[in-house]
């Protein structure tokens, strides 16, 4: 959709307008601007690892993503067209694997309970809350708090941290 049409029936603008910004540097765009902030970084590993340590850092993700609603749809579109097309599969899954292991070593060097396997069915999930909260939501679900600590507590409880490599 068009800027000028956007704008006439009231939707938000693209998070990156085509006639500026192509699929390479919009993938770039969109992880920088999700990323977390230095401070967060810093702490990474300091704190006791704890499942309200594991919730803190996923309501953190959460709330980044959704400071910033048209960015996680601009990649979930992004996704969808690369599964259309080949070439565009083949340069954005070396961005999303990347991610990933940032997300999974993040998690490891947090000593947040469980491992890469818990790592990977919290991202699932995340993903999908945040594709309920940003889009036409099953359930009206705008309160995210709630639905984080239960998939936290659910995912993780039963899990003991693994330890980051040396």
């Not at 990977?120 to 309160?143: E, K, M, P, Q, W």
Request: glycine share 8%; aromatic share 4%; net charge positive.
């Amino acid at each position: 959709m068009r800027l000028a049409q956007a704008a006439k029936y009231g939707h938000p603008a693209p998070a990156f307008p085509r006639a500026r910004c192509g699929p390479r540097r919009a993938r770039g765009r969109v992880f920088e601007r999700l990323a977390p902030s230095p401070d967060v970084a810093e702490h990474v590993g300091a704190l006791p690892p704890t499942l309200q340590q594991a919730t803190a850092s996923v309501q953190d993700f959460v709330t980044r993503t959704t400071r910033q609603p048209e960015l996680t749809p601009a990649l979930f579109e992004l996704r969808l067209k690369a599964a259309r097309r080949p070439g565009l599969a083949q340069v954005l899954s070396v961005t999303l694997d990347r991610n990933y292991a940032l997300n999974t070593g993040f998690h490891l060097q947090a000593r947040l309970p469980g491992g890469a396997p818990e790592g990977a069915l919290l991202h699932y999930a995340v993903d999908g809350l945040l594709l309920d909260v940003l889009t036409v939501s099953i359930n009206g679900c705008r309160h995210t708090d709630q639905v984080v600590s239960k998939l936290v507590r659910r995912l993780l409880g039963g899990a003991q941290a693994d330890q980051p490599p040396s």
